[in-house]
C-alpha cells in the first residue's frame, strides 16, 4: 500500500493533465483524487492499527512479566513462610509440654532425668519442705521447744573436746581462774532464767560439786572438789530452749 500512493498521485496528475480541459475530464480527475484520499486514509488507518496492536502486544508483556514477577514473589513468600513453619517446629520439637529444656535449673524449663532415672540432686530444692519422718512426727522440729540449742565437751584445762551448736560456730571458752569456765556460744544468748542448761562432771572417781549459772548471755560453770576447794574439772554441757508456756 505504501507503494501504490504514489503511484496514485502520479497517475492523477497525468489524467488532469490529459482531461483537465473538459467536463469529463473534470469529473474523472475528482473521482481520482477521492480515490487517492481514501487510499491514503487507509493506509493511515492500517499505521494506527498497527500501532495500536504493537502497543497491546507490548502491554500484553508488561503484564505477563510483571505477572511471573508477582508469581516468584508470591513463592518466594511461600518458602519464607514453609521455613518458618518448620523453625518453630524445630523449635517446639525441643520443648516438653511447652516447656523449654535444660541441663541446669531454671524457671520454666524441664531438667532431664539421669540414666539412674532420677534428676541430678542440683536439679531438686527441698530447703522449703520437711522430710518424710519430719511430716510424720518422728522427728523434732528444728525450731521446737524442748530441742537442744548447743552443747559442749569442756577438758579440765578448758580445752574444747567436742561441740554441736545449732545457732553458729564452736563455742569460746574462758577458764580465768580454778574451777571457772565462761562458755559462749557464736549466735546464742544463754540465760538459765529462760532455758534449761544442764552441766555434769565428767571422768571423776570422787564426788564433784558443779554449779552452773549465766551472765549476759554467757554461760558460768564452777566446779569444786568434795570438800568444797575450787578444782579444775572436766565437764559436758547442754542448752536447751524452753519457755514459761512450754
Not at 521447744?145 to 567436742?162: C, F, K, P, Q, W
Request: charged share 20%.
Amino acid at each position: 500500500m505504501q507503494n501504490r500512493v504514489p503511484i496514485v498521485f502520479s497517475t492523477t496528475a497525468l489524467v488532469m493533465a490529459l482531461l483537465g480541459a473538459t467536463p469529463l475530464g473534470h469529473a474523472a480527475a475528482t473521482e481520482v483524487v477521492q480515490y487517492a484520499k481514501r487510499a491514503g486514509v487507509a493506509t493511515k488507518a492500517k499505521r494506527s492499527d498497527y500501532a495500536t496492536k504493537a502497543k497491546r502486544a507490548d502491554q500484553a508483556k508488561t503484564a505477563k512479566t510483571a505477572d511471573q514477577a508477582k508469581t516468584a514473589k508470591t513463592a518466594d513468600t511461600a518458602d519464607e513462610a514453609k521455613h518458618a513453619k518448620e523453625a518453630d517446629e524445630a523449635a517446639d520439637a525441643q520443648k516438653l509440654a511447652g516447656h523449654a529444656v535444660s541441663n541446669t535449673p531454671e524457671p520454666g524449663k524441664i531438667v532431664p532425668v539421669a540414666p539412674s532415672g532420677t534428676l541430678p540432686p542440683s536439679a531438686i530444692d527441698l530447703s522449703g519442705y520437711y522430710s518424710k519422718c519430719e511430716r510424720d512426727n518422728r522427728f523434732l522440729p528444728a525450731g521446737s521447744r524442748g530441742a537442744a540449742l548447743a552443747g559442749t565437751r569442756v577438758e579440765a584445762n578448758g580445752a574444747v573436746d567436742t561441740y554441736f551448736n545449732r545457732a553458729g560456730g564452736a563455742p569460746a571458752v574462758s577458764h580465768p581462774s580454778p574451777g571457772r569456765y565462761e562458755i559462749t556460744f557464736p549466735g546464742l544468748s544463754i540465760s538459765v532464767n529462760t532455758q534449761v542448761v544442764l552441766v555434769t562432771a565428767v571422768d571423776v572417781d570422787d564426788a564433784t560439786l558443779i554449779s552452773v549459772d549465766s551472765l549476759g548471755g554467757t554461760v558460768l560453770v564452777q566446779t569444786w572438789t568434795p570438800v568444797g576447794n575450787p578444782f579444775d574439772r572436766q565437764f559436758s554441757l547442754v542448752v536447751f530452749d524452753a519457755s514459761p508456756a512450754g
